[in-house]
C-alpha cells in the first residue's frame, strides 16, 4: 500500500510500514528525525496528498490550539511573556486548527485515521471512534489518544501492561509523568516535540492491523 504519514517528522509510524513492507512516508513541514530522509516529504500535507494515488493517510495534526487543557487561554487577558497566544489571537488560531482537521477528514484518500489527544473536535467534529492508552501496547505511560477513523477497525491492545502512577508536584498538581518528565533544557518547543511522538507500541499495531 501507499500509504502517507502526515504531520510526523519523527518517523515512528512510517517506519513501522515501512518494516511491513508498504510504500510509506512521513510528511511534515520540519526535516525528519527519523533517520530516512529519503522517505520524508517535507512540504506542506496537502501538496503531498496530491503526489500519488495514496491507499491511505494517517495524521497527527497539532494539537496546541486544539486540547482543551489550554481552554482558559481562550479568555481575553493580557499578553503571555512567553510569547503563547491568548484571547482572541488564540481563539483564531483554535479555528485554523479545527479548519485544517476537517479538510484533513475530508480528503480523497479511501482509509483516513487522524489522531490527536482529548481536545474540542469530539465537539466541533465528531466524537472520536476509538481513546487508546500507551499502556494498550506495550508502554506503562498513561496519554489518552483519540482516533478519528474513515474505513479503518478500531486498534485492538497488543500488550496490556500496568499503567505507572502519575507524577505529583510540590503544589499538588497530577499529571502523566511523560509529560513531567519531557526534557527542558532545549526550550518550550523543543519539549512540546517530545511530547508529541508517537509510541513505537501504537505505530507498529497501526503497521500490523491496518497494513
Known sequence: MKVLIGCEES????KAFRDKGHEAYSCDLKPCSGGHPEWHLQMDIFEAINLKKWDML?????CTYLTVTANKWLKD??????????GDA???????????????????IPKIAIENPVG??????????????????GHPEQKKTCLWLKWLPNLVPTNIVEPEPYHVTKSGKTMPRWYAYADK???????????????????????????
Not at 90 to 108: G, H, P, T, W, Y
Request: proline share 5%; aromatic share 10%.
Open 120 to 137: 474540542c473536535m469530539s465537539t466541533e467534529y465528531r466524537r472520536p471512534d476509538q481513546i487508546i492508552q500507551p499502556f494498550q501496547f
Open 90 to 108: 488564540r481563539r483564531q488560531a483554535r479555528k485554523q486548527a479545527i479548519d485544517f482537521f476537517i479538510a484533513l477528514s475530508n480528503v480523497e
Open 185 to 211: 533544557s532545549k526550550g518550550q518547543k523543543h519539549r512540546a516535540e517530545i511530547r508529541s511522538k508517537t509510541f513505537s507500541g501504537i505505530a507498529n499495531a497501526m503497521a500490523e492491523q491496518w497494513g
Open 11 to 14: 518517523q515512528t509510524v512510517c
Open 77 to 86: 487577558q493580557p499578553e503571555r511573556k512567553s510569547g503563547a497566544l491568548v
Open 58 to 62: 494517517i495524521c497527527f495534526p497539532d
